[in-house]
């Protein structure tokens, strides 16, 4: 019993980061605004949040740090393609590039620090029932802010008008453009707070998961945060499912080999898995077309130029 929780409560963890990217990458694509940077904006995410932490003693100033470097890298990406008019595709590599590289070169001087662990927060009564106690109510706070982050979205996407209109957005920019809405300013602010979700989800890596900074720490997890918004047919709930799913399969897979059992499977194989298996899925959702179809924005990657 002491092990499922064990594992349940790693595979929580593991698959936090994950959630809050996805859902930030969601809301940009419900505009319309395709950005593959999420890679580059979580390593600035993290090494912001690493180097603030680090020199005031507070993860919570860590953690805006990562917010604010991911929301300035989305708004350099947002200026390039929403009043440029560049390629989101290119654009969002290059994006990821720069991101990955410029990280590296600030966080030099951070590679022989650690950090403090950061504690959990315990919900009294809760945290003690057996095997889901532990890895529900005694978790990071971050881990709680991805669950309010998720309700909040999908009530913010289905229940409000504010959400209709940026869904509308993402559907058809022009009709919404002739019936007076600014276009332009909402994907500003939705690639702007995907943005900063993903220095969020980098801060979390850096400041509470490891907590030290080591050169490629995000480990291609933001590229599987944007191919998850795929697997999970835009949907909040699926990027729930599909995040947890990645994160068992990692955790799984880091449990093998620390188990000391006798296989003859090779440890870069077993460290392929998680990737594998997304890749996998997507394969298999991808080919039921009339579903990726309903739900995908239509104007998604497209740009947009107001006329008038």
Do not use: C
């Not at 994006?95 to 990280?103: A, D, E, H, K, T």
């Amino acid at each position: 019993m002491d092990i499922l929780s064990s594992i349940l409560f790693a595979t929580i963890v593991a698959g936090t980061p994950l959630i809050i990217v996805a859902l930030g990458q969601l809301i940009a694509e419900k505009a319309g605004v395709l950005n593959l940077g999420a890679e580059g904006m979580m390593a600035m995410g993290a090494i912001a949040g690493f180097a603030v932490t680090l020199h005031s003693g507070n993860p919570w100033l860590g953690v805006i740090a990562g917010m604010l470097a991911g929301a300035a890298m989305s708004f350099l990406f947002a200026v390039v393609v929403l009043t440029l008019m560049g390629n989101q595709v290119a654009t969002g590599l290059a994006l990821s590039i720069l991101g990955v590289g410029l990280s590296a070169f600030i966080g030099k001087p951070y590679e022989s620090d650690i950090l403090p662990t950061v504690g959990p927060v315990r919900i009294p009564l809760l945290a003690d029932i057996p095997i889901i106690g532990e890895p529900l109510f005694a978790q990071q706070a971050l881990v709680y802010f991805s669950w309010a982050l998720f309700g909040a979205l999908a009530w913010f996407l289905y229940r409000s008008r504010q959400g209709l209109i940026l869904r509308s957005i993402g559907e058809s920019p022009s009709s919404a453009h002739s019936i007076g809405y600014p276009v332009i300013r909402i994907r500003y602010m939705a690639t702007i707070f995907g943005g900063a979700m993903a220095g969020i989800g980098g801060a979390f890596l850096s400041v509470f998961y490891t907590p030290l900074w080591v050169e490629g720490m995000v480990s291609g997890r933001g590229w599987i945060a944007i191919a998850l918004v795929v697997f999970a047919t835009w949907r909040p709930f699926r990027v729930l499912v599909g995040a947890y799913l990645f994160g068992g399969v990692m955790v799984a897979q880091l449990f093998v080999q620390g188990s000391g059992l006798d296989i003859n499977i090779p440890a870069q194989f077993l460290s392929a898995l998680p990737y594998l298996a997304t890749i996998i899925v997507l394969v298999i959702i991808s080919r039921d077309r009339d579903t990726v179809r309903l739900n995908a924005p239509v104007s998604l990657g497209q740009p947009f130029r107001p006329e008038g």
